[in-house]
């Protein structure tokens, strides 16, 4: 579930970075056999912030991380209305999907609807369905216009009504109720998700053990809002998507953001750029790193010269410290045997 609901929020988020944009998610899951958990629930996410949650059970749209009231955020004629309307197109795709055979004892399918409104106030609607994990078809009302793209092993007799019905209930219902409920929450809830965080930007160099190369690492953290462009350079050109890996979106523990994209080089003298694109930056941010093909070699060398160093002072210590101990030990030896002798000598005169 959390999984799902994470890997749903990446990927339809808006990509919008320099007009800005906020957005109202609904993530429903629909569960077919034995289950604990409620048959049908919906979890609403303002941007990247849960705000509410309803479920099959209580029939109740409960707030969450709300400080001000917001009864009248949430109408509940809409919910009612569109939970009806989503719980027979879930019963009735389950039936389509799943087959007659099926021995699993649950199965889950889900719908996430997303509408959006972009600073210059043109605004958008997404609906997409999942089956077992991957998307089945996708329906988008943007400008008045729909498109709609699909996987299922519909023909076009059987597609149509289906389609008509999808696309009436979007344009009628769920995207005013969605842009309605959107504009109110912002209203409530403006400051919190209005807020534009710095990221910190580091391009970092690191000699990987396991190739025997270098890995150049572009990381931004600590920005908010979630939208960032961050791209790798090398001598001033975009890196290929190919060669980069990493570029997930990563939550940090104090609500902003984190991301990193990572490329595997040999030694080389390119020129190595971070930059990064973010609404809370006037301009774009670059980091640059000449990269030295000896640098990682002297970062290993100094400390090994700084160790042989101590050692040799060490070991010439000890040298000089045993050497003036035999010193003292030999001077010792003289001086008794010297006193020995004259004892001898002296020995004749006493007795006599």
């Known amino acids: 579930m959390n999984t799902s609901y994470v890997l749903a929020c990446l990927l339809l988020v808006p990509t919008s970075v320099l007009t800005g944009s906020h ?27 849960t705000v509410g949650y309803y479920n099959s059970e209580t029939k109740i749209y409960v707030a969450r991380g709300n400080t001000t009231n917001e009864d009248d955020v949430v109408d509940p004629n809409h919910l009612s209305t569109i939970s009806d309307y989503l719980r027979v197109h879930l019963m009735r795709r389950s039936n389509h999907l799943r087959p007659a055979n099926n021995t699993e004892s649950h199965v889950v399918y889900q719908v996430l609807g997303l509408c959006e409104q972009r600073d210059d106030k043109r605004t958008q609607m997404i609906t997409k369905s999942a089956f077992r994990g991957s998307t089945t078809d996708e329906l988008r009302f943007f400008d008045g216009k729909f498109t709609y793209q699909g996987t299922l092993n519909y023909t076009a007799i059987e597609i149509k009504p289906y389609l008509e019905l999808s696309m009436w209930r979007l344009e009628t219902v769920y995207y ?31 000699t990987n053990s396991d190739s025997g190369g270098f890995r150049v690492s572009c990381l931004a953290t600590g920005f908010y809002p979630r939208h960032m462009n961050l791209t790798l350079l090398r001598d001033g050109q975009p890196v290929s998507d190919h060669e980069i890996t990493g570029g997930d979106l990563l939550p940090n523990g104090d609500g902003t953001y984190q991301m990193r994209k990572s490329l595997e080089i040999s030694a080389d003298e390119h020129k190595y750029t971070c930059s990064a694109i973010h609404l809370s930056l006037d301009n774009k941010m670059d980091v640059t790193l000449e990269f030295d093909p000896g640098e990682p070699f002297k970062s290993v060398i100094l400390p090994v010269l700084i160790v042989l ?14 050497c003036r101990k035999r010193r003292a030990v030999s001077s010792s030896n003289c001086d008794y045997s010297a006193a020995s002798k004259s004892e001898e000598n002296m020995e004749p005169s006493s007795r006599s």
């Open 176 to 206: 005013p109720a969605c842009i309605k409920t959107l504009q109110s929450y912002l209203k409530k809830r403006g400051t919190q998700v209005k807020r534009k965080v710095k990221p910190r930007v580091r391009l970092i160099q690191k």
């Open 23 to 49: 957005s109202l998610m609904l993530l429903i899951t629909y569960i077919k056999g034995e289950t604990p958990f409620p048959v049908f629930s919906v979890i609403f996410v303002l941007d990247d912030i």
């Open 309 to 322: 160093v101590l050692m040799l002072m060490f070991g010439t210590g000890a040298v000089i410290y045993k």
